[in-house]
């Protein structure tokens, strides 16, 4: 009930196109929903979060979408960039423990030129 | 300003030797996180410590210990290395000790191998 599971591995975008990643949850308790941002030899770097009770937000070309129902939520970037190449991991936590995350295993995204 | 800031960046060990790790968090942030990063996978949560009290233990053998000091830095130790311990370790910070503003901002580890 603690994983978070996530999808694609690895993903090649065109420039100029949408990238598309996918996680899915378990625990019901889970109520927060960030995604993170790592490039090689840095630490992750929050991008875009999302609570239970909208089904999506968008920050800039980051939008995350929510079904509560279905238990998943993706990260869309839009107009991907060379430059947004990079791993990208999901994450969940509870209330009261939103620094004990549980994180995806990640997706490594190629933006081409 | 400076963000979380740990030492060493990178360290090797060989097998059954103790490692100390180190993290300054963000000035003003009261809680810190650890967390291992073993390649290719995402980061499993550790400890958390807030005020210098553990707030949450992950998964992780008894050798794996931190400690919180009032200026709220931290240190982890491992004892008893194993070659499985080699990973990224990451210190997170973040204001609250529930984290409620919902963001930790991560360091950007150390690098333990193992031999």
């Known amino acids: 009930q603690q994983q978070v599971k996530q999808s694609p591995q690895s993903l090649i975008v065109q420039k100029g196109g949408i990238s598309i990643i996918n996680c899915a949850y378990e625990n019901t308790a889970f109520d927060y929903f960030p995604w993170y941002q790592q490039f090689p030899g840095k630490g992750p770097a929050l991008l875009i979060a999302?609570?239970?009770?909208?089904s999506e937000k968008k920050e800039g070309r980051f939008t995350i979408s929510f079904n509560k129902s279905a238990k998943q939520f993706s990260l869309h970037i839009m107009d991907s960039q060379p430059g947004d190449s990079a791993t990208y991991f999901c994450a969940a936590s509870r209330q009261g423990a939103t620094n004990k995350l549980i994180f995806g295993t990640g997706t490594l995204l190629a933006v081409q030129p | 300003d400076a963000g979380v800031t740990q030492s060493p960046t990178h360290l090797i060990k060989t097998r059954g030797q103790h490692v100390t790790l180190r993290c300054s968090p963000i000035?003003?942030?009261?809680?810190v996180s650890w967390y291992q990063q073993v390649l290719g996978q995402g980061p499993q949560f550790i400890f958390q410590y807030y005020e210098k009290e553990e707030r949450g233990r992950g998964n992780f053998p008894d050798r794996f210990s931190a400690r919180q000091f009032p200026n709220y830095s931290s240190e982890l130790n491992v004892n008893a290395l194993l070659l499985g311990d080699s990973a990224l370790y990451l210190c997170?910070?973040?204001?609250?000790?529930?984290?409620?503003?919902?963001?930790?901002?991560f360091g950007e580890g150390s690098r333990l191998t193992v031999l």
């Open positions: 999302i609570r239970p009770d909208v």
């Open positions: 997170a910070s973040s204001l609250e000790g529930t984290g409620a503003t919902g963001e930790l901002f």
């Open positions: 000035s003003g942030h009261k809680s």
